[in-house]
């Protein structure tokens, strides 16, 4: 018989079968034995003195023995069951998940199995087809008048008003809601300050609370969306009962020369100047943005058009990493993992299986993403580039470059010039 290597791509399995004889068998049975017995502690009997064969018979156990047998035999045809797996694929754990002997009929012979898991086969992976738009937005000037609004925004205070509620406004509320005549876990609070247009709540809530005054109670009806995360919850019907304590609207700022540096400008700059160079910079961040906008894309529809399985060795370690997540996000916000649950409305086997499922998708996307990365073959960055992306980055932050420096390691700025070398490749070769 020869040693055979059969590779599962539906399991990501390599399974090598190695011909065993029935003299290497017996041969490392015996050897199995003895070093069972060296273990065996018998009272009344001295560690490693000869034991009569009826204190033998009831105190080996022939279980323990053919594992040893089995490990023995493993470790003679442990290198030959490496070159088998090699020569069908190099993408697999060297540690076997599992290990096996099985007699033949006849015994005269038998098979030692062993199973390696395998990893990413990246050969396989095809991105030929793979191709999409990239859109750069245009940065006009009622977008930088808007981007201005929002940052000055986050300089402004806030004033109590006794007038109706607009978009944009802060409503300080309280709500309880129901599903049927029964309220829901995590649908009631009080004092709760909601910006009206922030979408922070489900679709429609915040509209309802338009046009109305501080004082002001009544019902407000939604339904919940049918991919909602709250599988109790999900595509169900809900009326809120809601009291508005309080209306505040933004006490705005507005751009002067004395605060110029809160967009980024100096004492040197104009109204005018400042706003220009924000523009500026804002179409650098648009530009980055769309870039890694782009690339995000390209891997979801790389993980879309890409049919991948995933040995248990691979989803396991993915599974405890999203696990590992989840767990520090509820640690965080204090929340234990049975409340979680009820929030969720699953139990613990269906939530294993969305980590399973989250697991299989974010391993499809850093595949398809180390692919696609591999598949530009970038030159390392140079220390031109380096520099120049320091005397770049000097002209976006006003900063002296000695001072940039400090504060910007070159190993960092490294980093980031390789991030625009991959986006722009990946742009060059993957868009439409």
Do not use: C
């Not at 609207?249 to 160079?277: F, H, P, S, W």
């Not at 850093?366 to 696609?372: C, G, L, Q």
């Not at 420096?405 to 993957?430: G, M, N, S």
Request: glycine share 4%; net charge negative; charged share 35%.
């Amino acid at each position: 018989m020869m040693i055979k290597a059969i590779k599962d791509d539906k399991n990501q399995t390599i399974t090598v079968t190695i011909p065993v004889t029935k003299e290497e068998y017996s041969k490392n049975r015996s050897k199995a034995e003895q070093k069972v017995i060296k273990k065996i502690k018998i009272p009344g009997f001295r560690n490693g003195s000869k034991l009569p064969k009826n204190v033998l018979d009831k105190y080996l156990s022939q279980a323990q023995v053919e594992h040893e047998t089995i490990n023995l035999i493993a470790e003679t045809k442990f290198i030959d069951a490496l070159k088998s797996a090699v020569e069908v694929t190099k993408y697999f754990f060297d540690k076997p998940v599992s290990i096996d002997y099985k007699k033949a009929e006849d015994e005269n012979h038998g098979e030692l199995i062993i199973v390696f898991d395998r990893t990413v086969d990246f050969d396989s992976i095809k991105l030929d087809n793979l191709k999409i738009k990239f859109e750069q937005r245009e940065v006009t000037d009622a977008i930088v008048e808007e981007e201005l609004k929002k940052l000055l925004q986050k300089y402004s205070t806030y004033e109590e008003v006794n007038a109706k509620s607009e978009l944009n406004d802060t409503v300080n509320i309280d709500f309880k809601g129901y599903v049927g005549d029964e309220p829901f876990e995590g649908g009631e609070a009080e004092g709760f300050d909601l910006v009206l247009g922030s979408k922070q709540f489900i679709e429609g809530f915040e509209d309802q609370l338009v046009g109305k005054e501080a004082g002001w109670k009544g019902e407000v009806k939604v339904t919940f969306p049918k991919e909602y995360f709250a599988k109790t919850l999900a595509g169900k019907d809900a009326i809120f009962e809601v009291t508005i304590n309080k209306v505040l609207k933004i006490k705005e700022i507005e751009l002067t020369k004395e605060n110029l540096m809160l967009i980024g400008g100096t004492e040197e700059d104009t109204v005018e100047t400042a706003k220009t160079k924000f523009k500026e910079r804002l179409v650098v961040t648009y530009k980055n943005e769309d870039k890694q906008n782009f690339f995000e894309n390209l891997v979801r529809e790389g993980v879309s058009k890409t049919e991948l399985n995933f040995s248990n060795t691979l989803l396991e370690f993915k599974i405890k990493e999203v696990e590992s997540t989840i767990n520090k996000q509820l640690k965080q916000q204090n929340i234990k993992k049975v409340e979680y649950l009820q929030l969720l409305g699953i139990n613990d086997d269906e939530y294993n299986e969305r980590l399973r499922e989250e697991a299989k998708e974010g391993l499809k996307a850093d595949v398809i993403k180390e692919a696609v990365i591999t598949s530009l073959g970038l030159e390392p960055v140079s220390k031109e580039e380096i520099e120049e992306k320091y005397n770049s980055i000097t002209k976006e932050t006003n900063l002296p470059i000695e001072q940039l420096k400090h504060f910007l390691p070159e190993q960092r700025v490294k980093e980031i010039v390789e991030i625009d070398k991959r986006l722009d490749a990946t742009i060059q070769k993957y868009s439409k």
